[in-house]
C-alpha cells in the first residue's frame, strides 16, 4: 500500500495492491479506478485493475496452495477458522471503518455487517462435522458403501459494492473451510476491506495462496470466467451482471451460483400494528441508504390501511439524520457514487412525472452539500407500470402500491421479476401461514423486515433473484464448494473370488 498525494486537493490518496501468495502485490496493468469517500466526495484511494495475465498469475499461486490445503487435517481448518473469528471479532471496529470511509454506511451499519459475516465464520468452524459424510455397513452382503465429500479446487468469488465484508464472508469460509482456495475479486468502489480480511486470514494461520484478492473489472471477471483452473464461482450483484456471469460461467464448464438484484415488497394487511409496521418498514427502506439487497423498497397497503401507514411512515422521516456515516447521531449516510446519487434522483423524478404522489421528497431535503447525498423520499400512489416500480432503484425511494385485498397485493408479488425477500405485517397467524405457503419469493419474514437467514440455513432468492439452483452460505454453501463421492468396498476371501458377468445386485 502506497501513498501519494491528490493533485488537486493536496490530500493524500492511497494506492491499492492485489494480495497473491500472502503478500500485498502491486497492480501491473497501468489501469486503475479511483475509490472515494461518499461522505465527503474526494478521492481518496486508486485501485488496479488487473489484466487478465496477471489473473492468471494469481489463480496459478492459488492453485498450487489449493494441492497442499486440501490435504490439511479438518482439525486444522477448524483452527484457522477459529483464530480468524476472534481477530475479526476483536478487530470489528478498525475494519467498521474502513467499510464507512469507502462505502458511506453508518458505523454502526458496518459494525453489524460484520458481525452477520461473522456468523459464516462460525459456521464454518464446524467444518469437521459438516463435511461428514454417510456410511452404511452391509449395504449388500460383506459390502459397505460411503460417501465423501472433497474439495472443488479453486474457486473465485465477485462480490457488489454494498456488503464488502459479509458476502465475501458468506463465501470464502465455506470455501475455505471445505478445503479449496478462495480468490476474492471484490467491488472496484470499496476495495479496501478484502485487504484488511485477507491480513487477517494470514495472521489466523492460513497458509499463503489459500486467500487471494485480485481488483478489477470486467477484464477481470472474464479472465476468471474463462480460466481453467477456476472451478466454480460465487457471485453477488446486479441481475445483469448476474446472468452474465452465469451464461459464461457455465458455458466454460463451471460451477455457478449468481446472485442478482431485488424488489422487496412488505405487505401490509389491515390488521397489522401500524406503528410497528412503520418502524420496521422504515429501518429496512432507508437502512444503508437502501443500497442492500434486502431493502424494503416497496410497502404495499392492503384494503384501508394506505392513508394510516403513509402518515406513519412519514412521520418518523424527519427524525432520521442524513449525514457522514462515521459522525454519532447519524441514521443514514450517502449514496455510493455520485452517478448513483443522480440516477436515484432521476427515479424520483420519473415517478413524480408519472403520477406518483410525492409525500416526502429527498431532493428537497438539508443534506451536506458535500458528498453523494440524498435525503429520503416516500411516494404514494405508485402504479406497476411506473419505472419506480419496475426498476431495482436502489436507494433511499420507497414506494407505496394501495390494493383491495390480500389476493391482490399476493398477485402483484409474485408477478414482480425479482423475488429475493418478502415481509409481510399481520396480526394474524393463518393469514401470515397462507403467505409464506403461497408468495413466490426465496426469503420470507413474517413480522421481520429483513429476513437474511442465520447462517446455518442458506440465502438466495427465486426467478430473476438468483441464476443456478445453488443458494449460498450455509448447507448449500458446503454443498456448493464440495463434490460428493460415493465408495463401494468389500473384503472378501479370494478363496470366494469368481467371475460373473451379470450387473452386480444388492439382494
Ligand atoms: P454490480 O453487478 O455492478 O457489480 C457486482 C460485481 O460485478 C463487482 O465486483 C463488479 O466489479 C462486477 N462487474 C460489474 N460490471 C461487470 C461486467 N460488465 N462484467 C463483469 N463483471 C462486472 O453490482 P453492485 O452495484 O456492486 O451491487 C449492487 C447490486 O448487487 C444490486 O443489484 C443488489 O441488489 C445486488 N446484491 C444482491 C445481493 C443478493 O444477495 N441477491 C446481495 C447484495 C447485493
Not at 459464516?120 to 460411503?146: R, W
Not at 475455505?176 to 485487504?195: R, T
Amino acid at each position: 500500500m502506497a501513498r501519494s498525494v491528490d493533485v488537486m486537493t493536496t490530500q493524500p490518496v492511497t494506492t491499492i495492491d492485489h494480495w497473491i501468495s500472502g503478500a500485498r502485490v502491486p497492480g501491473a496493468s497501468g489501469r486503475t479506478a479511483p475509490v472515494h469517500d461518499p461522505a465527503t466526495g474526494r478521492r481518496t484511494g486508486v485501485v488496479p485493475l488487473a489484466s487478465s495475465s496477471e489473473v492468471d498469475a494469481a489463480v496459478k499461486t492459488a492453485s498450487a496452495a489449493a494441492r497442499d490445503w486440501r490435504t490439511s487435517s479438518l482439525s486444522k481448518r477448524a483452527a484457522v477458522l477459529f483464530a480468524f473469528r476472534e481477530l475479526l471479532h476483536t478487530r470489528t471496529d478498525e475494519l467498521a471503518a474502513i467499510v464507512t470511509a469507502e462505502h458511506g454506511k453508518v458505523l454502526s451499519d458496518a459494525v453489524g455487517e460484520i458481525a452477520r459475516g461473522l456468523e459464516n465464520v462460525e459456521f464454518a468452524t464446524g467444518v469437521p462435522q459438516l463435511l461428514k459424510g454417510g456410511f452404511s455397513e452391509q449395504a449388500a452382503s460383506g459390502v459397505d458403501v460411503y460417501s465423501i465429500r472433497q474439495p472443488l479446487g479453486v474457486v473465485a468469488g465477485i462480490t457488489p459494492f454494498n456488503f464488502p465484508v459479509m458476502v465475501p464472508l458468506w463465501m470464502c469460509a465455506n470455501a475455505i473451510a471445505c478445503g479449496n482456495a478462495f480468490v476474492l475479486k471484490p467491488s472496484e468502489k470499496d476495495p479496501s476491506a478484502s485487504l484488511f480480511l485477507a491480513e487477517l486470514w494470514k495472521e489466523a494461520g492460513l497458509p499463503d495462496g489459500v486467500f487471494t484478492v485480485v481488483h478489477g473489472d470486467k477484464e477481470a471477471v472474464d479472465a476468471l470466467l474463462d480460466h481453467d483452473e477456476i472451478a466454480a464461482v460465487s457471485f453477488v450483484g446486479s441481475t445483469p451482471i448476474a446472468k452474465y456471469i452465469y451464461e459464461r460461467g457455465t458455458a466454460n464448464g463451471k460451477r455457478v451460483q449468481a446472485l442478482g438484484g431485488a424488489k422487496n415488497h412488505a405487505l401490509v394487511l389491515p390488521d397489522a400494528d401500524i406503528d410497528m409496521a412503520a418502524d420496521a418498514i422504515v429501518s429496512a427502506a432507508y437502512g444503508a441508504a437502501g443500497e442492500r439487497c434486502m431493502a424494503l423498497s416497496v410497502a404495499v397497503a392492503v384494503g384501508g390501511v394506505g392513508d394510516d401507514l403513509v402518515s406513519a411512515i412519514s412521520a418518523r422521516l424527519p427524525k432520521l439524520t442524513v449525514g457522514p456515516g462515521a459522525d454519532a447521531g447519524t441514521d443514514m449516510g450517502p449514496l455510493i457514487t455520485r452517478e448513483h446519487r443522480d440516477k436515484v434522483a432521476g427515479y424520483v423524478a420519473a415517478g413524480a412525472e408519472a403520477g406518483a404522489t410525492v409525500v416526502v421528497d429527498g431532493r428537497d431535503q438539508d443534506v451536506p452539500q458535500d458528498g453523494f447525498f440524498l435525503g429520503m423520499t416516500l411516494l404514494d400512489d405508485v402504479t406497476p407500470d411506473m419505472t419506480v416500480y419496475r426498476d431495482e432503484i436502489f436507494g433511499p425511494v420507497l414506494s407505496v402500491v394501495r390494493v383491495d385485498s390480500y389476493d391482490e397485493g399476493l398477485a402483484l408479488i409474485n408477478r414482480n421479476q425479482y423475488a429475493n425477500g418478502t415481509a409481510i405485517f399481520t396480526r394474524d397467524g393463518g393469514a401470515a401461514r397462507r403467505f409464506q405457503n403461497e408468495v413466490e419469493v426465496g426469503m420470507v419474514g413474517i413480522n421481520v423486515p429483513i429476513p437474511v437467514p442465520v447462517a446455518y440455513y442458506s440465502f438466495g432468492g427465486w426467478k430473476d433473484s438468483l441464476f443456478g439452483d445453488t443458494h449460498m452460505y450455509g448447507p448449500e454453501g458446503i454443498s456448493f464448494y464440495t463434490r460428493g463421492k460415493v465408495v463401494t468396498q468389500r473384503w472378501p476371501d479370494p478363496a470366494t473370488s469368481s467371475v460373473d458377468l451379470g450387473f452386480p445386485r444388492t439382494r
